[in-house]
């Protein structure tokens, strides 16, 4: 390429043609991490640290560093999962390894029912929090091991911004373009088309399907339906998230437009695998809050940050959503989508997921209380 072709950043910098260099670095640090490899996570004030993710460590790995940078390592777990192990806490915290078995330290990781010494506890550092985010979105469990960057030494390694983990969402829906649209003729309507998006968080392309032809200039009857493979797929009982699919089709195409963005926001934002271990532990007695918060999440790990930029490059400013969740109104609004009003969108209720549609009324406040009522007296 000519040296008058290459396309400069503000400072002359020619790094951006190949996109914004936070979130390369961001991506590119999920990369090392869902490998097993460590990543150098700069802190704004020359905190310095260096992160791996703790599932892809064996104990005896973790010893070995320990061993060999005197004792520096430390685990920082989420509050949730902190509060399992017995431990309060208001946010992300640090553990000290120092006196801590293999097995220990394992089971600080993964136990269910875990017994657990008394150990050393800290809030952690900004630089220790943003740690825990990258993990989280490299959709590994969360839980990070660090280490000051002073105690290991690798020029490959890659590099990556605190502050660039933090805004890493923003950053992403900034960056979002429309890379295919074609029409799919679908079950319940012939005149549909697939629009997927190319950016987001960089592991998944996103998904919309535009029903009929919605006037821009009136408010869009959408859907944000999150992919549930088990549900959508399978037709697994557990959840009612197929029989959402398939109603908001239906009743998009009934009023003759409208969208449905399908989001790659697998078990609300924490990943099949995850998921399937969220899974486990309902069967073990947990409701689908307390399984994620077992495993170190939040009720809704899901952002909506990308579909507020796929409805602004659809060309929908209104919308009416179908929803029976109050929170997704929420986060629309405060990305600049005018959400004009809502629907309810009731599926069947059975025996497989009532308990799971009951937590979302009484736990998560989805608009769902007197169906689940009626359901129970039956």
């Known amino acids: 390429m000519p040296k008058e072709d290459v396309k400069r950043g503000p400072s002359g910098d020619t790094s951006n043609w190949l996109g914004?260099?936070?979130?390369?670095?961001?991506?590119r640090a999920i990369g090392e991490l869902r490998a097993g490899r460590p990543v150098k996570l700069l802190g704004r004030s020359g905190d310095n640290q260096i992160v791996a993710a703790a599932e892809m460590l064996g104990g005896e790995r973790v010893a070995a560093w320990h061993a060999t940078t005197g004792g520096?390592?430390?685990?920082?777990?989420?509050?949730?999962?902190?509060?399992?192990?017995?431990?309060?806490?208001?946010?992300?915290?640090?553990?000290?390894?120092?006196?801590?078995?293999?097995?220990?330290?394992?089971?600080?990781?993964?136990?269910?029912?875990?017994?657990?010494?008394?150990?050393?506890?800290?809030?952690?550092s900004e630089v220790e929090a943003a740690a825990l985010e990258l993990v989280k979105r490299a959709y590994l469990l969360?839980?990070?091991f660090v280490l000051p960057a002073d105690a290991m030494t690798n020029p490959a390694m890659i590099e990556v911004a605190a502050t660039a983990v933090e805004g890493f969402h923003e950053l992403a829906a900034r960056d979002l373009s429309i890379a295919a649209r074609t029409r799919v003729p679908l079950a319940d309507t012939a005149d549909a088309e697939f629009v997927v998006f190319r950016g987001g968080d960089g592991l998944h392309d996103q998904l919309a399907i535009v029903v009929g032809q919605p006037?821009?200039?009136?408010?869009?009857?959408?859907?944000?339906?999150?992919?549930?493979?088990?549900?959508?797929?399978?037709?697994?009982?557990?959840?009612?998230?197929?029989?959402?699919?398939?109603?908001a089709i239906s009743e998009i195409a009934s009023e003759g437009a409208g969208v449905l963005l399908y989001l790659d926001q697998e078990g609300r934002g924490i990943g099949l695998l995850n998921k399937m271990r969220a899974y486990g532990l309902q069967e073990?007695?947990?409701?689908?809050?307390?399984?994620?918060?077992?495993?170190?999440?939040?009720?809704?790990?899901?952002?909506?940050?990308?579909?507020?930029?796929?409805?602004?490059?659809l060309g929908f400013k209104k919308i009416v959503l179908m929803t029976n969740n109050p929170g997704k109104i929420t986060a629309l609004?405060?990305?600049?989508?005018?959400?004009?009003?809502?629907?309810?969108?009731?599926?069947?209720?059975?025996p497989h997921n009532h308990n799971y549609l009951t937590t979302k009324a009484e736990r998560a406040g989805h608009m769902l209380g007197e169906i689940i009522r009626q359901s129970g007296r039956k």
Request: hydrophobic residues 40%; charged residues 25%; contains cysteine.
């Open 20 to 27: 914004d260099p936070d979130r390369l670095s961001v991506q």
């Open 215 to 247: 006037d821009p200039d009136k408010p869009a009857l959408t859907r944000l339906h999150s992919a549930c493979l088990t549900g959508d797929l399978f037709g697994s009982l557990k959840c009612d998230c197929g029989d959402q699919l398939r109603l």
């Open 333 to 350: 609004e405060s990305f600049g989508v005018d959400v004009v009003g809502h629907r309810r969108l009731i599926g069947p209720v059975n």
């Open 142 to 144: 969360p839980a990070a």
């Open 72 to 124: 520096a390592v430390g685990l920082i777990l989420p509050a949730p999962r902190l509060l399992h192990l017995g431990f309060v806490a208001k946010g992300p915290s640090r553990i000290e390894l120092t006196g801590l078995t293999d097995d220990e330290v394992d089971a600080m990781l993964l136990a269910v029912g875990p017994t657990v010494p008394v150990v050393p506890l800290r809030p952690a």
């Open 284 to 313: 073990l007695g947990h409701d689908t809050v307390d399984a994620d918060a077992v495993l170190g999440y939040g009720p809704d790990e899901r952002r909506y940050e990308v579909a507020g930029a796929m409805l602004a490059l």
